[in-house]
């Protein structure tokens, strides 16, 4: 009777170990490319706008004129956050541009807030940006990137469990 309780008792660390060491997880779901959590430098003097004060900040990096591929970006970005339903408040597009008075991109994209790209930027900001579209947290953290030619349904997928999990913004 003691044996039965001990064995009883052993078997979820043998459990356990057997599943540490013989059934090695296969990694994340995600679409995009996670990226360390850490802060970004000039973020804070770069999005000082209030009206992105505790948003997730989707970020186009475009240092020239909006091209083609950029547009479809920035229509896979604007499907994706409509695709969010009510949690797509939390979320706001941003276009880095070199000309952020431009007509045709107001115009195609209404929701998107163009930015002028500071001649100062740090390489470290520069070099995330230039992975693709990347995802700002409300604190400052670079999150995720996706790349500029990524597809509606998985971009949305991702988001949307970030903004299922996420309690900021």
């Known amino acids: 009777m003691i044996l039965l309780v001990a ?7 043998v459990s ?17 490319t996670l990226l360390e959590t850490k802060p970004l430098p000039d973020v804070g003097v770069l999005f000082a706008d ?8 989707l970020v186009h990096f475009e240092p020239e004129v909006c091209a083609e591929a950029c547009q479809q970006s920035l229509f896979v970005t604007r499907q994706a956050r409509t ?9 706001v597009r941003v276009a880095l541009v070199a000309n952020p008075n431009e007509a045709a991109l107001k115009v195609t994209h209404p929701d ?10 740090s390489g470290e900001l ?7 579209v990347l995802l700002i947290d409300p604190l400052g953290n670079q999150v995720m990137v996706w790349p500029n030619d990524a597809d509606i349904k998985k971009l949305n997928r991702d988001l949307g469990r970030l903004m299922k999990a996420s309690r900021i913004g």
């Open 7 to 13: 064995l009883v008792c052993a078997a979820p660390f």
């Open 16 to 32: 356990a170990w057997t599943a540490y060491y013989f059934y090695k997880p296969e990694g994340g779901q995600s679409y995009g």
């Open 50 to 57: 209030p009206a992105l004060k505790g948003k997730w900040r």
């Open 83 to 91: 695709m969010l339903g009510r949690e797509r408040e939390r979320l």
């Open 112 to 121: 998107v807030m163009p930015m002028a790209v500071p001649s100062q930027m």
């Open 126 to 132: 520069r070099a995330a940006l230039n992975k693709g």
